[in-house]
């Protein structure tokens, strides 16, 4: 399989490699797919790594991996965007970075759970990603970087049920938000955010 356009410039401990940084005018293509469907940009398919998926190709369709390589490119776009650091990071999963910026500070900790939450209850591809976008931006905000190996196979797993629910546990682990009593006590909060609990909502 061929290498993730962001492994052939980020080495696996989170370094460039030699030195060499995505060229701007690669990140600007990529953020032109931010909200659109995967082979609707042409200049962005020469980033795909993804084999063709020839059943899928004659009925004018896109693989799931093409779909979930497209919507990771987009956004690795606008999170490396005018970044002099890597914002692909090996082993950082999603919850995790996301942990980073509830701890960081710049935003209040209920936004950001409120914001988590919306993401990780999202039912359906498009509102995943739509909400992943802000809080990339966020991410993007305070330096924090994330595995982009990791959210492509998340966005892939998004697309049925039962890979939602496995990613949502994933997820969910990883965030490890529990709400000690200091924290219940000053915000009159009763229980963890609903993203960050094993049980979060079933689809509908």
């Known amino acids: ?77 606008l999170h490396q965007q005018s970044k002099t650091r890597p914002m692909h990071r090996p082993g950082v999963p999603l919850g995790k970075a996301l942990r980073k910026l509830r701890e960081d500070g710049k935003f209040s900790q209920q936004a950001v759970d409120a914001r988590v939450d919306a993401a990780a209850t999202a039912t359906n591809v498009t509102a995943l990603l739509m909400r992943l976008r802000s809080l990339i931006d966020q991410l993007r905000t ?43 006590a000053e915000n009159g909060v009763a229980s963890t955010p609903q993203s960050a609990r094993a049980d979060a909502p079933a689809d509908s």
Not at 4 to 19: F, H, I, L, T
Not at 27 to 40: D, P, Q, S
Not at 43 to 52: D, V
Not at 142 to 169: E, F, V
Request: aromatic residues 10%.
């Open 142 to 184: 305070i330096n924090q970087p994330l595995d982009y190996d990791q959210l492509m196979k998340l966005i892939h797993d998004w697309h049925s049920t039962d890979g939602r629910q496995r990613a949502r546990r994933k997820w969910a682990v990883d965030y490890q938000i529990w709400i000690d009593a200091s924290d219940q």
């Open 1 to 77: 399989m061929a290498q993730r356009y962001w492994n052939k410039y980020v080495a696996p401990d989170g370094a460039w490699r030699d030195k060499r940084r995505p060229p701007g005018e690669d990140l600007a293509v990529m953020r032109t797919g931010l909200g659109r469907e995967a082979g609707t940009v042409p200049a962005l398919c020469r980033y795909y790594t993804c084999e063709i998926d020839d059943w899928a190709a004659r009925r004018g369709e896109v693989s799931v991996e093409q779909a979930a390589e497209h919507a990771a490119l987009a956004l690795f776009g």
